[in-house]
Antibody, heavy 120, light 107 residues
């Protein structure tokens, strides 16, 4: 079955860029039925959708983060990535990658998540 | 905006749990999903399309509702069901939004 695994630094300094990668196994990012999403969850709080990418490279971002977010895809590596610029302590969270089903309008497969702390 | 109630539900194993999710505007039933999240774990999809169970989800979980009011029901709580539950809607800009969650705790 499809599995997703996040990777990247667990500590980022304020004003720098957070960079994470999600590796997809057991399936392909080129599947036409799915978008590939990033979602985050600050400590003790709820879920916030950050954005998604389609294998063609088209993206859709949460307006609240749009000015700082870039999501990209590498079909040769079966990976997609998140960059969040100018981070502050408010960006400290567990970051999840997930598969978004285009026709069921939900996230049906999730990675385990990776904790990112913004601190000097 | 999705508003979930109650914030916390204190129940005993074997009891019935009824969780509410209210949308600020009418939502197509196709666009409403429910997730379960246990401490230290990623969310797990339970229900999509307001009432369809995801693969492998036990039939004690059921979803219902339409318009602005949706409900997740757990018919008989098992020990592994104590967790936080989120509803999620698909809309425009942002495309996915979540409710703030309902915690189901052991009484």
């Amino acid at each position: 079955q499809v599995q997703l695994q996040e990777s990247g630094p667990g500590l980022v300094k304020p004003s720098e860029t957070l960079s994470l990668t999600c590796t997809v196994s057991g399936g392909s990012v080129t599947s036409t039925s799915y978008f590939w999403s990033w979602i985050r969850q600050p400590p003790g709080k709820g879920l916030e959708w950050i954005g998604y990418i389609y294998y063609s490279g088209s993206t859709n971002y949460n307006p609240s983060l749009k000015s700082r977010v870039t999501i990209s895809v590498d079909t040769s590596k079966n990976q997609f990535s998140l960059k969040l610029s100018s981070v502050t302590a408010a960006d400290t969270a567990v970051y999840y990658c997930a598969r978004s089903h285009r026709y069921l309008y939900c996230m049906d497969v999730w990675g385990k998540g990776t904790s990112v702390t913004v601190s000097s | 905006v999705l508003t979930q109630s109650p914030g916390t539900l204190s129940l005993s194993p074997g009891e019935r749990a009824t969780l509410s999710c209210r949308a600020s505007q009418s939502v197509s039933s196709s666009y409403l999903a429910w997730y379960q999240q246990k401490p230290g774990q990623a969310p797990r999809l339970l229900i999509y399309g307001a009432s369809s169970r995801a693969t492998g989800i036990p039939d004690r979980f059921s979803g219902s509702g339409s318009g602005t009011d949706f409900t997740l029901t757990i018919s008989r709580l098992e020990p592994e069901d104590f967790a936080v539950y989120y509803c999620q809607q698909y809309d425009n800009s942002p495309e996915y939004t979540f409710g703030q969650g309902t915690k189901v705790e052991i009484k």
